[in-house]
């Protein structure tokens, strides 16, 4: 008897995940599993696109960000079509139709299309010199035009938008961030909160202009670009538009597939669409209408489907959109979302401007659980706070002593006393603390081996300095050091 048949259309980040995870669950000996992707290489590392900016000509031919290869695959018992588009699915012939002509039959169809950077349709948004930032081939095409520029403007100031402009003011270059609205990080920020990552953020050479919206673009003559910004024409070399991204939902629009209004294809706590046989994981797909657009709940979707196929299913609940990353050298976190109703929670705001350091966190009123902090400046406490949002733990007394980090009252509790075994290191691919600790008894006590070990830290690498600190604080407490559930003192 022939095993069923596993399509993926879309070989990114999150079918990678999707093959890897069903790989190790002996997936491969149930199905025969086929991969359609139409870039022209196997999947890689999306996140980390702007560290190809600097890379040595050496790294640019051996390709660093790439996850896997189609050896891995072909080992695997994975078939691997690169650089080609699947045009539309055919439910009632059960089969994906390829733009080369092919058709490719399926039990299971796994929809991982992604998303795609919106250019927004200014005039000559279209020009020379304009470009989006998504995919391997753009930051290639950015790359080599960079070396030429000595301005860019980057239209959108959110995280994307801020992370690639300090990425690309390292290689010398002078920026200047376009935010439509008032302040920068709109999703993440609040108003102060984003007002000090703009005062610390800019320097002579890396200027950031809010309620900028851009009106047109057109050619300079001798030239470059003008970018038309109100009344003020701003003269550049290069125009990278980082202002949001769109689900690619396409091939399930196309048949007829529940999409959610906002965009992405609907899926359940089971990551399946409306149609039983058909699965969508990642940016492509929209659980009760959000598109998180971050990779660590594509991974959560794409393990709820290994789980399904194995036959141990298992549910997702929703994702995190807590982050933290440093921008030109500030440190800036969040947890949760701060933007809550002001008659259900109570907030605690930190404002510390000689230090340039700003924190808040919000607490339910009847449940005392966090539901989100936002740090700028100094982030010490995050991980602590980022696990008693994940565990939703009840704050006793004033959350307060949550902001207050050693900078302001002392060395605090080791980590490895305070936090659970269950508790989640790395939130990509679902690391606990009790793994950590196990690889640690066994010898393993550095990031690289226990990253080798259980992959904590490759996916956003966010966790990257939790997991350091809480392999530290076993060194100096001893793997057997006891969990000592915490009580916030008031
Ligand atoms: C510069 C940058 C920085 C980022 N930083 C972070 C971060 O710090 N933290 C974080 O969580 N997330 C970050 N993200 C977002 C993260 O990369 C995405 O959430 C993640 O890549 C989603 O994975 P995916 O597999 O769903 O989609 P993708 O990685 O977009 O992969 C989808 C693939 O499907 C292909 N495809 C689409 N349609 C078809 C079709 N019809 N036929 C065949 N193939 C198709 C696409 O070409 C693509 O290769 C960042 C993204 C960018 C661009």
């Known amino acids: 008897m022939r095993s069923p048949r596993v399509v993926v259309v879309g070989n990114g980040m999150v079918s990678h995940h999707f093959l890897e995870r069903l790989y190790q669950a002996g997936g491969m000996a149930h199905y025969q599993v086929t991969v359609i992707g139409d870039e022209p290489h196997p999947a890689y590392d999306r996140i980390h696109l702007s560290s190809g900016f600097t890379n040595r000509a050496d790294e640019q031919s051996s390709n660093p960000l790439a996850l896997t290869t189609a050896r891995t695959y072909a080992d695997w018992g994975v078939a691997l079509c690169c650089g080609v588009r699947v045009r539309e ?15 490719i039959e399926y039990d299971h169809l796994i929809l991982a299309t992604g998303a ?6 200014v005039p000559g948004h279209d020009l020379p010199g304009c470009y989006a930032f998504r995919t391997m081939a753009d930051m290639e095409a950015i790359r080599q035009a960079v070396a030429h520029a000595n301005h860019v403007v980057v239209i959108g100031g959110g995280l994307l938008g801020l992370e690639l402009a300090g990425a690309l003011h390292e290689l010398g270059v002078s920026i200047c961030v376009l935010q439509r609205g008032p302040s920068l990080m709109p999703a993440q920020l609040d108003p102060q909160a984003a007002a000090l990552v703009k005062s610390s953020i800019e320097v002579p050479g890396f200027e950031v202009r809010t309620s900028a919206a851009t009106s047109s673009i057109t050619l300079r003559d001798g030239g470059g670009l003008i970018v038309h910004v109100g009344d003020c024409d701003i003269a550049t070399d290069m125009v990278i538009f980082s202002t949001g991204v769109q689900p690619c939902d396409e091939l399930g629009r196309g048949a007829g597939l529940k999409v959610s209004p906002r965009g992405g294809i609907a899926i359940d706590e089971h990551s399946r669409t409306s149609d039983p046989d058909i699965f969508a994981v990642g940016d492509c797909a929209a659980f009760n209408d959000v598109s998180y657009g971050l990779v660590a709940p594509g991974y959560a979707m794409a393990r709820t489907v290994v789980s399904q196929l194995m036959g141990q299913p298992t549910a997702f609940i929703g994702g995190d959109t807590s982050t933290r990353l440093k921008l030109r050298g500030i440190e800036v976190a969040t947890v949760g979302s701060i933007k809550q109703p002001a008659t259900d929670c109570d907030a605690i705001t930190l404002t510390d401007a000689a230090n340039g350091v700003y924190k ?39 959350p307060a002593r949550l902001l207050l980090s050693d900078q302001y009252c002392g060395p605090s509790v080791p980590l490895c006393q305070t936090m659970s075994s269950d508790a989640l290191i790395c939130s990509c691919h679902a690391v606990t603390a009790g793994q950590v600790r196990n690889c640690a008894a066994a010898g393993l006590n550095d990031v690289a081996s226990v990253a080798t070990a259980t992959s904590a830290s490759t996916g956003c690498g966010s966790c990257k300095r939790l997991l350091e600190r809480y392999l530290s604080s076993l060194g100096e407490q001893g793997a057997d050091a006891g969990y000592h559930p915490r009580r916030v003192a008031g």
């Open 360 to 398: 808040r966190v919000v607490v339910d009123r009847a449940s005392r659980a966090v539901l989100g902090a936002v740090m700028v400046g100094e982030s010490e406490g995050y991980d602590e706070l980022l696990q008693l949002y994940r565990d939703g733990a009840r704050i006793d007394g004033s």
């Open 116 to 121: 795609r950077a919106i250019v927004p349709q």
């Open 89 to 103: 699915i055919d439910r009632q012939q059960r089969c994906v139709r390829l733009a080369d002509g092919r058709a």
